[in-house]
């Protein structure tokens, strides 16, 4: 069983940037890959991005590729999105995902584990 925990969301302005985190439970998070996804007003849960069990792999979603950076400290029990040039679009909430499985790591489906999720706001 493992439990995440996002945190780091906020209210910003368009072009600002934020760092979210979320950090797991448990001794075997190094075991799990694990993923970003967002999910804004009335509309589907969407893929961010993901990292592999090592931190060596990482998968964007078009939408933010060269402005989301994905990581992880296994050390730490941790996975961050550091997340710059924010725009009006990114305005959802944030959710953290982790899965045993090896898979599409771009669907939601995927993941056995999720956060609550962190609402980020970028204003215009």
């Known amino acids: 069983q493992v439990q995440l925990v996002e945190s780091g969301g906020g209210l910003v302005q368009a072009g600002d940037s934020l760092r979210l985190s979320c950090t797991a439970s448990?001794?075997?998070?190094?075991?799990?890959?694990m993923g970003w996804f967002r999910q804004a007003p009335g509309k589907e849960r969407e893929f961010v991005s993901r990292?592999?069990?090592?931190?060596?792999?990482?998968q964007y979603a078009d939408s933010v590729k060269g402005r989301f950076t994905i990581s992880r400290d296994n050390a730490r029990n941790t996975v961050y999105l550091q997340m710059s040039s924010l725009k009006p679009e990114d305005t959802a909430v944030y959710l953290c995902?982790?899965?045993?499985?090896?898979?599409?790591?771009?669907?939601?489906?995927?993941?056995?584990?999720w956060g609550q999720g962190t609402q980020v706001t970028v204003s215009s």
């Open positions: 995902a982790a899965t045993d499985k090896h898979t599409d790591y771009a669907r939601s489906d995927s993941y056995n584990y």
């Open positions: 990292i592999s069990r090592a931190g060596s792999i990482t």
């Open positions: 448990g001794r075997t998070f190094s075991t799990y890959a």
